[in-house]
């Protein structure tokens, strides 16, 4: 579709790249709000509402398909009311109406396809539909059409159908305070059983297909292989790290993650990379090789905040949401757009790019063919396309061609280094540049830990611009944080996993850098989530702020999806502060929540695995870490050193000055903190657990004693 000879719709005011990328859809679109809704209920018009996110590949296909349709466009525009809603910038709208199609059809998605009434309530939704039916599925014209017949011939029907939906979908409430006991330590095996029941013994991560890389419920195995002694849970863990980062879930050239694969194999991919994906993942690397001390684990991590270092930071120093899974290439039939064509690869394109033997070397190594190393049905575009995957270890390798290791390893570097240079005169993927809060708090945690972990400067630097940025610019002068920035504009009320997931990112970016600054932000934010979701009658705390526009339903995320919980960020960011400060309110917080979540979560505490992570932090035990800068502080970073190079999951660190204003600032944050327990000049570090404190020590073995 041509945008010169199209007019634009009403997209096109829109901040939001993904409402940008369909103004010129000859589709009638609104953005989400009130000029939409009054011209529904005035012209007694059924509302179409299409909610996905800017690199997604099926949303894309359903644009192309049916969006940039005339036909199809002017059905629409005369039958229904159409509203375009990016589920990044608007998770509240996107979590009610997702909820509904998963009550309806059992399955949810995106794009999601949902149809409304004037007053906003759903009566009928799916995910993609193709544009006529194929694959057992109606198309999308048909069920227009069906849609259209039913609401002019059976109004009633209609209204009965979604007020019956809404009470379905509507939000429990639990009454955490009174009458409710505090869960058990007992939920944290039962999960760990429901785990090894699910999981995938020959190939990592849980079911069959398709395989996302559930990085929270890998966290609480290896917190809970840690706690327990657990070797098998630490195995599921690795298993599946190990399995992912050798697979096409991982870009070898380029570093980072794809979302998720279509196989069991974790060898196909859907090629969008999102930046949460990055921040979960190199977290659980960091922390697994904190854990086994396997230096695989940290190459990875490394290599994926690099990735995002290069390739996902702005010139202001935040992050961006997201690279498309579709890219341009030149064909037989002209300029084409293309999943994955960015990432694959035929053998006769690596012949080229490579000498005879270090292709021979490299083609073993990533299982590339001449016929493809894709074994399913795909597009034409796809025929003899290779994805990058390693299906011979080194060693294999080396056996094969009778080189030693470090040779073959050295070919294998050369090699991506050519393939990377050849892949970068390519057209890149399309980057969404909306800086989200929620997702940056996220990155700014794993760069902190990298720093901490890694001993990489520019770690510390990414995670102070990101959080400096969203300090300046998406938080109001009122305090009010903001949870969408884009194109100079801050603008949506933050929803409570903007708040946690950054007040937990403040926290591990203060003990990256023992700047108060970031302490008092995140005492102010966990001000703030008190304020603005807590749910007094219910316990536990809403997505959305009392501020904030109001839906059909007001809802809680004790459930995950691709991220974690709110309410299970907003747990760990309440216990975390109120064993630094000794506030019995943060406390008392943390344990309604707590309260609150087994109603929410089903049976196998599987889509609750944050929270099941707060609660065994929660049931301790606790590892509060005070250092007293003295005079003489040659032995810090050796203590330092001590400290972050072990996993300590509950820990948190306290650093006062010697003199000065920072030193002021930590006193009076925490005021419980007492006089220093001084060693002569040294400085000295007071390890305290289950508020049991240990005498001070002043250097790196000293330290090292009191964690074995």
């Not at 870009?251 to 196909?268: A, I, N, P, S």
């Amino acid at each position: 579709m041509n945008p010169d000879k199209i007019q634009a719709n009403r997209l096109l005011s829109q901040k939001s790249p993904y409402l940008l990328q369909h103004a010129y859809n000859p589709v009638d679109w609104y953005p989400w709000g009130e000029e939409a809704f009054r011209k529904a209920r005035e012209t007694h018009k059924p509302i179409f509402l299409s909610v996905g996110y800017s690199t997604c590949h099926w949303c894309h296909v359903m644009a192309a398909e049916s969006f940039s349709n005339p036909e199809t466009a002017k059905y629409l525009n005369e039958n229904f009311v159409s509203v375009k809603v990016d589920r990044e910038e608007r998770p509240d709208i996107d979590r009610v109406y997702m909820q509904a199609v998963q009550a309806m059809t059992g399955s949810g998605g995106w794009p999601l396809s949902v149809f409304l009434t004037g007053e906003l309530k759903p009566f009928y939704g799916g995910t993609y539909f193709p544009p006529r039916g194929r694959w057992g599925k109606p198309g999308f014209f048909e069920i227009l059409s069906a849609i259209h017949e039913m609401w002019t011939s059976n109004p009633a029907g209609i209204s009965e159908s979604s007020e019956a939906l809404l009470r379905a979908i509507g939000e429990k409430r639990f009454f955490a305070d009174q009458g409710m006991s505090f869960p058990d330590e007992h939920l944290l095996d039962e999960a760990y059983e429901n785990c090894g029941a699910a999981f995938d013994r020959s190939f990592g991560g849980f079911g069959i297909e398709p395989k996302f890389p559930q990085e929270t419920l890998l966290g609480f195995l290896l917190r809970y292989g840690y706690r327990r002694g657990n070797p098998d849970a630490l195995a599921m863990v690795e298993t599946s790290l190990r399995k992912m980062a050798l697979g096409g879930l991982r870009d070898h050239l380029g570093g980072g993650f794809h979302r998720y694969t279509t196989d069991r194999e974790w060898h196909l991919p859907h090629f969008e990379k999102m930046l949460y994906n990055q921040a979960l993942l190199s977290r659980l690397y960091l922390e697994t090789y904190q854990v086994t001390q396997n230096s695989f684990y940290a190459a990875i991590a490394r290599e994926t905040l690099d990735y995002v270092l290069r390739d996902l930071t702005d010139d202001f120093g935040a992050f961006c949401a997201a690279e498309d899974a579709d890219s341009w290439e030149v064909s037989g039939n002209g300029r084409v757009k293309s999943e994955g064509v960015f990432y694959v690869w035929t053998a006769a394109e690596i012949r080229d790019c490579l000498d005879k033997d270090l292709s021979e070397v490299f083609n073993f190594h990533y299982g590339i063919r001449d016929e493809g190393n894709v074994e399913t049905n795909l597009p034409e575009e796809w025929r003899g396309r290779n994805i990058l995957s390693v299906c011979q270890s080194v060693e294999a390798t080396a056996k094969r061609f009778g080189m030693s290791r470090e040779r073959v390893e050295r070919i294998l570097e050369n090699a991506r280094s050519v393939l990377s240079a050849k892949r970068a005169s390519k057209p890149r993927p399309y980057r969404d540049d909306k800086i989200l809060t929620d997702w940056n708090a996220l990155m700014i945690s794993s760069f902190s830990i990298g720093f901490r972990v890694l001993g990489d400067i520019r770690y510390q630097r990414a995670a102070m611009g990101a959080a400096d940025f969203l300090l300046a610019r998406l938080k109001r002068k009122d305090g009010r944080l903001m949870h969408r920035y884009a194109d100079g504009e801050a603008a949506i009320p933050a929803f409570l996993p903007d708040y946690a997931f950054f007040t937990c990112g403040l926290i591990d970016l203060y003990e990256a850098t023992f700047d108060p600054r970031y302490l008092e932000e995140a005492m102010s934010l966990c001000r703030e989530i008190m304020r603005l979701f807590r749910d007094a009658d219910g316990g536990g705390f809403f997505l959305t702020g009392g501020d904030s526009e109001r839906l059909i339903l007001r809802q809680k995320d004790f459930q995950e999806g691709a991220l974690p919980s709110g309410n299970a960020a907003a747990a760990l960011a309440f216990l975390r502060l109120s064993r630094l400060s000794g506030d019995r309110e943060l406390e008392t917080n943390a344990a309604n929540i707590l309260r609150a979540f087994p109603e929410h979560c089903g049976d196998s505490g599987m889509g609750c695995a944050h929270m099941l992570t707060a609660l065994a932090a929660f049931a301790g035990p606790g590892c509060e870490i005070v250092i007293d800068e003295g005079p003489d502080n040659s032995d810090l970073e050796d203590m330092l050193r001590v400290i972050d190079s072990r996993f300590l999951p509950e820990k948190t660190v306290l650093f006062r000055d010697l003199e000065g204003e920072n030193r002021k600032k930590i006193e009076a944050l925490f005021p419980s903190l007492g006089t220093r327990a001084r060693q002569g000049n040294k400085t000295a570090v007071t390890v305290c657990r289950n508020r049991t404190c240990l005498p001070a020590v002043v250097s790196g073995p000293e330290l090292e004693g009191l964690f074995k």
